[in-house]
C-alpha cells in the first residue's frame, strides 16, 4: 500500500484551464502539505493542514485552494492555469511535532502550455 | 525566519570511494531538528537520516552519517562506499520543534563514477 498517494502522476494542459490535483495517506498523519519544486529543484511550501484546519498559507496566488475533506486527504485546484505553474507539486504528510520528517508522495508533474 | 544553504550545486564521486556534501542552516531557535533527503532521478523524496539538535552525537543510517556542528549551524552528510545508486539530489531540510514547515536547502547533484 502506497503511504501518500499523489493523481495524477503528469498533467499537461492548456493555460486558462482548471485542474485538480488529489493526494491521500493511510498513515494516520494529522498534518498534510503540498510543497512546489520548480524547474531548478527549489523545494517551497505552500499550504499546510492539520486536521483539516488551514494552518500554513505561503504567499501564493489566490488561483491555488487547497481543500482538505478530512485528515487523510488534501486536494489542490488550481484555476486559470498559467505557463509559470509548470512545476512538479508534491503532497507530504507528518505527524504533529517537530521530530518527524515528512512522508511525501511521488509528485506530480504539471506542464501548462 | 529560517533559511538553509547548500553550497555545493554538484559533487561527483568515485564508486566505493567516501563524500560529504555540506550544509548550513540560519536559526535563532534552540530546538530544531535537521533531514537530509534524496530525490533520485524517480522524483521520489527518500528520508536518508534525521538528527536532533539537542543531541551531540551524530546520527548514523548504515553507508550514512552526519557531522553535527551546533555552535558553527552546519550539518554534513557523508556517504561511505559510495554505490552508483546513491546518485541523486540530496536536500538538506531544517525543521523547528514548533512549527510545522520543514525548509530546505538548494540541493547536490551528487554524481557516482563507476
Known amino acids: 500500500d502506497t503511504a501518500v498517494s499523489q493523481t495524477p502522476k503528469y498533467l499537461v494542459t492548456q493555460m486558462g484551464n482548471d485542474k485538480s490535483i488529489k493526494c491521500e495517506q493511510n498513515?494516520?498523519?494529522?498534518?498534510m502539505y503540498w510543497y512546489k519544486q520548480d524547474s531548478k529543484k527549489f523545494l517551497k511550501i505552500m499550504f499546510s493542514y492539520n486536521n483539516k484546519e488551514l494552518i500554513i498559507n505561503e504567499t501564493v496566488p489566490n488561483r491555488f485552494s487547497p481543500k482538505s475533506p478530512d485528515k487523510a486527504h488534501l486536494n489542490l485546484h488550481i484555476n486559470s492555469l498559467e505557463l509559470g505553474d509548470s512545476a512538479v507539486y508534491f503532497c507530504?504528510?507528518?505527524?504533529?511535532?517537530?521530530?518527524?520528517?515528512?512522508?511525501f508522495g511521488s509528485g506530480t508533474r504539471l506542464t501548462v502550455v | 525566519a529560517q533559511t538553509v544553504t547548500q553550497s555545493q550545486p554538484e559533487m561527483s564521486v568515485q564508486e566505493a570511494e567516501t563524500v560529504t556534501l555540506s550544509c548550513t542552516y540560519d536559526?535563532?531557535?534552540?530546538?530544531?531538528?535537521l533531514f537530509w533527503y534524496k530525490q533520485p532521478p524517480s522524483r521520489q523524496m527518500i528520508l536518508v537520516i534525521r538528527?536532533?539538535?539537542?543531541?551531540?552525537q551524530n546520527a548514523t543510517e548504515n553507508r550514512f552519517s552526519v557531522n553535527f556542528q551546533k555552535a558553527a549551524k552546519s550539518f554534513s552528510l557523508k556517504i561511505s562506499d559510495s554505490q552508483l545508486g546513491d546518485a541523486a539530489m540530496y536536500f538538506c531540510a531544517y525543521r523547528s520543534a514548533v512549527a510545522q514547515k520543514l525548509v530546505f536547502g538548494q540541493g547536490t547533484r551528487l554524481t557516482i563514477n563507476p
Open positions: 498513515l494516520g498523519h494529522d498534518t
Open positions: 538528527q536532533e539538535a539537542y543531541k551531540q
Open positions: 507530504a504528510s507528518s505527524q504533529a511535532g517537530g521530530g518527524y520528517g515528512y512522508t
Open positions: 536559526t535563532s531557535e534552540s530546538d530544531y531538528y
